[in-house]
């Protein structure tokens, strides 16, 4: 085999290690970038309690909703100490984002040919609205996104127990992650159903169970403290919208008292998330099942109160793959992550007085009027990604598939 010939049987390989370098070399570069000091101070607190106590004694000194990453925490608080300790736990994105870069290239091969998959892991290696919100501001969206779409790939393999572990492996990474449960529920279930079997859906609530048992056992957080928790987390802060442009942001505004929005809110919630599911009676095939957990991201982002900026973060890596094979949903995908960037960016000017901008262009991001064009822009985005995926043309273009 001459060179020219392994050229082109690894071009894809060579262009993806090529596109895991520059996006290392890019947070490598904005790593020192400002961000939110305050979260990156409560991570390495948290890193130094589980060093510190161990898993065992963590929550008589401490609390957090982000169970699975202690874990990672840990080795991080004993290994470092002060800045290098705060530096380490900002970076930790980094290595998540990199798997996902590699993930999705897999992932677009199965709808498009090698040079084009490349375009799923460049649209989010490369994504602003990614930077700002991992290895700028310090926070770790990437690993609940990870097993957010891993527990989608594995339902869709009918790798049942799996999808079920990475389930519960996503609901104690990030606990609105845990979202990805009610696709992978609903598609074990209708295949069950299909061969009269309920083995699908009883082996995905096996998986979820070892998985909550081995991640929530060693800190003594039993189902019913670990639910309290998210409550508690949930009405920490009774406002229509923490920073994120949805519905409630563009018609009430940040941060304001919702009372009784809020019911009217998990109301849509529900519907929304009934609606976002129907394309699942009709197919249960890897790009549907995709899909409809983009679809799950954008109803639980638009429309219920409380809804934190990053929620939408997920998005960026299940719409990737999509945009990858068809051009539409290539340029829809830039508007929307040209948009979700500038609330990240809003967020953290708001928050943060270390993250800072040109004084012009700042005090225009912060007004009422660019909350509500960015809130619009992201809500016509996901409108149209909605039809263009569920067109017939597109979304027929992979034929169902049996496990």
Known sequence: MNAATWLRRHVGLIGLVGLLVIGLAIRLVVLSWPGHGGDTQITARWAEHMAQ????????HDATD??????????LGALFDGAALVRAVKSLSIP??????????????????????????????????????GPVWGQVDATGTLAYLAALLA??????????????????????AGIVALPVAVVAFIRGRAVHSASPLARVAV????????????????PIRFAGRVMSAGSLKPFTSLNAPNVWGILNGYKMPDGPLFWIGAILLLIGLVVALLPLRRRQDLKTILTVGLFVVFA?????TRVHERYLFPAMALM??????????????LLMTAAFALTITYA????????????????????????????????ATAATVAILLLRPPLADTEPSRSP
């Open 155 to 176: 339902v869709s393999a009918g790798w049942y127990p799996a999808a079920g572990a990475l389930g519960v492996m996503a609901m104690l990474i990030k606990p609105q």
């Open 66 to 75: 982000y169970q699975a990453l202690l874990y990672i925490y840990w080795p």
């Open 320 to 333: 990737a793959p999509m945009a990858a094979v068809n051009w539409r949903v290539f340029v829809v995908y």
């Open 348 to 379: 953290l000017v708001w928050s943060t007085t270390a993250f800072g901008l040109p004084k012009p262009i700042e005090q225009l991001l912060i007004t009422r009027t660019a909350a509500i064009w960015i809130g619009l822009t992201l809500i």
């Open 300 to 304: 639980f982002y638009f429309l219920p």
């Open 96 to 133: 998540f984002d990199m798997a996902l870069g590699v993930l999705l290239y897999f992932v677009a091969l199965r709808f498009t040919a090698s040079p084009r998959a490349l375009l799923a892991p460049a649209l989010y290696l490369l994504n602003p609205a990614v930077l700002l919100a």
């Open 53 to 60: 106590y161990g898993p065992w004694g963590f929550y008589e």
């Open 207 to 222: 998986g979820a169970v070892v998985a909550y048992v081995v991640v929530a056992a060693p800190l003594r957080l039993d």
